[in-house]
Every structure is written in C-alpha cells, then in structure tokens.
C-alpha cells in the first residue's frame, strides 16, 4: 500500500492557477537551472529576516535589516559559485545588488514603523504542521507545511494567526476569502495545542496580515497625522500609498469547517488526476507569460519533441516534497 500523497500550500495555489503546471512542477518536480532575483525569491529573503526579528515572547533578534542583507550575500555567493558557461548568460549580479538594497530600507522603514511590536507576545515562528485529511475514515493526503507564526495580541486581547505577505501593492479585499492564509488558519489552533503552546481551550481569533509593499521609503517629513509634507510645511498634494499596512481578519469555526472541506475537495480531485481519472488541463490566461513553464509549454503546444528537448535543457528535477520527508525522518 502506497504512502498518501503529500500536499503543500504552494501546490493547491499551483493546482488552481493551472492543472498542467501543478503536473510539471510538483509531479514531475521540474525546476528551472535560472535562478532570477524575482518576488518569490525577495519574499523568502524577507521572511527569513522577519522570523529572525521575532524572538519567543517579547524577546526581538537581530535587526530584520541585517539578517537580510547576510540573507542575500549568502544566496549570491552560492549562485556565483555554481554558475555553470551558460548560466552566466541570464546572472545579473546588480539585481541582486539593487534587490539587496531595497531589502534594507525595507526593514530598516519597517522597524522605525513598529518599533518591538511591544503589545504581541509571540508562542510559535515558523511552525511546521503535518495533518492527515481523511474521507470515510481513508487518509487521502497529508496537508504538510508551516505558517509564519502566531502571538498573543495584546492590544485585542486575542491569539492572531501571523501572516506576512511583501507585495508590489497591497491589496486587501480578498483576505477574507484567502485560501492561504486561511488553510493555516484551519489548523493552527490544532497544531498549536498538540504542541502545548496554547491551553485545549484556547483558539485562533484572527489573522494579522502584516504587508511590506516593496518600495523605498519616502523621506519627507510627516505631520502628526502621518501625511508627508512640502518644505515649506504644508500637506502634499503628493501622497504615496502606505508601505505597510496591517489587516485583521476574524475567523471562525464555521469558516474553519469550510476551509478544510474545500481542502479535502482540491485533494480529492487532483488525487483523480493523479490516477488519471481526470485529464490534466491548461488554464490559459494573460499570466502565462509570467509561469515558469511558460517556452516550454508553447513549444508542447505544438506537439513534437521540442519541448521535451527544451525541459532537458533548462529544468533540472527536484524533490518538491524533500523539506517534509527529512522532517518525517526526523
């Protein structure tokens, strides 16, 4: 009898945006041999600095600015050191450059903002979770990866779920239908008290996104109420949209159910197109020049060996699920 699958959050958001991407990337474990300095690569930095800066309970790390900025000294060195002839073709050093010093000013912005974020009282960062999801008492998957944390809120008087999220812009109108998010939210309060950092009756209340829009600070000065000033100390006419912002969302026990039944769902379908019940689909859309697979996919369009050629030159293959085996052996 076969192990259930492993399901992760980046595979259900791979699985919705387009089927065939979900098969290339998480079945077939294709990985582009490029590694650009894009928005995945800049929030994984920016993550590492945030988990950082937040100790357990009041207790703040190393400046959120300084862990980035070893963060992205060591990715360059280990991307230059196993550049291969033609890598050095796509490799623009100075991106990561400017990535890097955008990522400080970030932080350091970020930091002045909220200070030690003294009112939360944080009891878990960086928390893995494996949960099995059952359907007639039969183990179809296990939902397997980590929320960002969670904390004590004292300000609300309530245990808020930490989401960070680095974004271009930030927009908030859809967090209350958020699948990320709010799968984590499903299983945090159980998680949570499996490890005994919260009592058997206490529970999740809220999310708190915490954005960083990615853009540098602005340096004018700011009156009382926070709006940027002229030099001559009148209100800007010129006001740029905030770099950071907060959203809590209420959740309950209703929407956990809700959560964890669309789960089961997702999994139940693509188990299908696993055993090949189902066909694999493209969903074509104005993004697919932003995929990964998007040459390839072109050429497998047309039909031929051309884009298989084109997958043995440029995708390596990987063990997508290879972070939750080693934690299983573990």
């Not at 915490?210 to 006001?239: A, C, E, I, T």
Request: hydrophobic share 35%; glycine share 6%.
């Amino acid at each position: 009898m076969t192990d259930p699958p492993i399901i992760r959050t980046s595979e259900r958001t791979a699985f919705g945006r387009c089927p065939q991407r979900w098969e290339w990337a998480y079945r077939w474990g294709l990985r582009s041999k490029k590694k650009p300095a894009d928005a995945l690569w800049f929030g994984i930095g920016v993550h590492e600095a945030l988990a950082d800066w937040y100790g357990e309970g009041y207790d703040r790390g190393l400046d959120p600015w300084k862990t980035w900025r070893d963060w992205v000294g060591d990715e360059v060195r280990f991307i230059k050191a196993n550049l291969t002839e033609r890598d050095r073709s796509w490799f623009d050093e100075p991106v990561y450059e400017e990535a890097g010093r955008l990522g400080i000013e970030m932080l350091r912005a970020y930091v002045d903002e909220y200070g030690e974020d003294d009112h939360l009282e944080v009891i878990a960062i960086e928390q893995p979770f494996e949960i099995d999801l059952e359907v007639n008492d039969e183990i179809i998957a296990t939902f397997a990866s980590r929320f960002d944390g969670a904390a004590i809120d004292h300000e609300r008087g309530e245990i808020v779920l930490l989401e960070h999220k680095t974004a271009g812009s930030i927009k908030t109108a859809h967090l209350a239908l958020d699948n990320q998010a709010g799968s984590y939210f499903a299983v945090a309060t159980i998680v949570l008290r499996e490890q005994g950092i919260i009592g058997p009756k206490d529970t999740i209340d809220a999310i708190m996104y915490n954005f960083l829009r990615k853009s540098r600070p602005d340096q004018r000065q700011r009156d009382d109420r926070g709006r940027y000033l002229n030099k001559d100390g009148s209100v800007s006419k010129r006001q740029p949209a905030k770099a950071f912002v907060r959203e809590y969302v209420d959740r309950g026990p209703r929407e956990v159910r809700t959560q964890l039944q669309r789960l089961t769902d997702e999994v139940t379908i693509m188990n299908k197109v696993r055993s090949g019940e189902l066909p694999i689909t493209k969903t074509i859309t104005d993004m697919c020049p932003y995929c990964p697979f998007f040459m390839m996919c072109v050429l497998h369009e047309r039909g031929g060996s051309a884009w298989k050629e084109f997958r043995d030159a440029e995708y390596t293959i990987v063990d997508p699920y290879a972070e939750n085996r080693k934690s299983a052996a573990e």
